[in-house]
């Protein structure tokens, strides 16, 4: 099974801005479903935008720090076969990060679902 990461807008807007809670929400919604999406096409990807949950469920969530959970995202980064930029990742200072580690890694980077297809075709 194919390894996913999934890049993309959490914290800025489709402009590069700061976003309003709107807008991150709207970024959440996109992430979620496109690793949905992955996921009932086969794939094991990994959704940055789940880590919610472990604020909402920490016993000591003071120790739950942005740079803890983007160190975390890293790690699984890693190990995934490939990594899926969505759209206006561009914006995102942390996107840019995961793709300037995937390049470094050698870890394919892929921008459509038809990408990450042929991908599976070589990887497979």
Known sequence: MIKVY???LYSRNKQGGEANIIEIF???RVGKEMGSR????????YVPWFDYHFILHAQQSEKLTA???KNVSLEWLKVCDA???LPHWEYSGGARAEKELAEKLGIPV?????ELEKLKEVLA
């Open 83 to 85: 990594i899926y930029m």
């Open 26 to 28: 709207e970024n959440i």
């Open 110 to 114: 892929v921008y459509t679902v038809d």
């Open 38 to 45: 992955l996921f009932e096409l086969g794939y094991a990807p």
């Open 6 to 8: 999934i890049a993309g």
């Open 67 to 69: 740079d803890y959970f």
